[in-house]
């Protein structure tokens, strides 16, 4: 099994940023696909972003140009840069691996003025 600890979401302002940071344990992170779900209350978790082990990107139609994800193999961590936040936006975010589907505890984002 794999410990996923994500970490970075708060209260942000609409038009604002943040970036989310999702810690892996294990020593094989570098072959995983990752990926970021979010969950708002009373809807289904969705995909938001997933990266591959060779660093192909996906993006659900709703971040896309407002959304990168990235990974940093030597620091076991992949990471959601958040732009141009929107109310919508509001969820808690999981991170996701696909070796053992393994999923985070998640991080709350609220995007309100």
């Known amino acids: 099994q794999v410990q996923l600890v994500e970490s970075g979401g708060g209260l942000v302002q609409p038009g604002g940023s943040l970036r989310l940071s999702c810690a892996a344990s294990?020593?094989?992170?570098?072959?995983?696909?990752m990926g970021w779900y979010r969950q708002a209350p009373g809807k289904e978790r969705e995909l938001v972003a997933s990266?591959?082990?060779?660093?192909?990107?996906n993006y659900a139609d709703s971040v896309k140009g407002r959304f990168t994800i990235s990974r940093d193999n030597a620091k076991n961590t992949v990471y959601l840069q958040m732009n141009s936040l929107k109310p919508e936006d509001t969820a808690d975010y999981y991170c996701?691996?696909?070796?053992?589907?393994?999923w985070g505890r998640g991080t709350q984002v609220t995007v309100s003025s």
């Open positions: 996701w691996e696909n070796f053992y589907d393994s």
């Open positions: 294990g020593s094989i992170f570098s072959l995983y696909t």
């Open positions: 990266i591959t082990r060779r660093g192909s990107t």
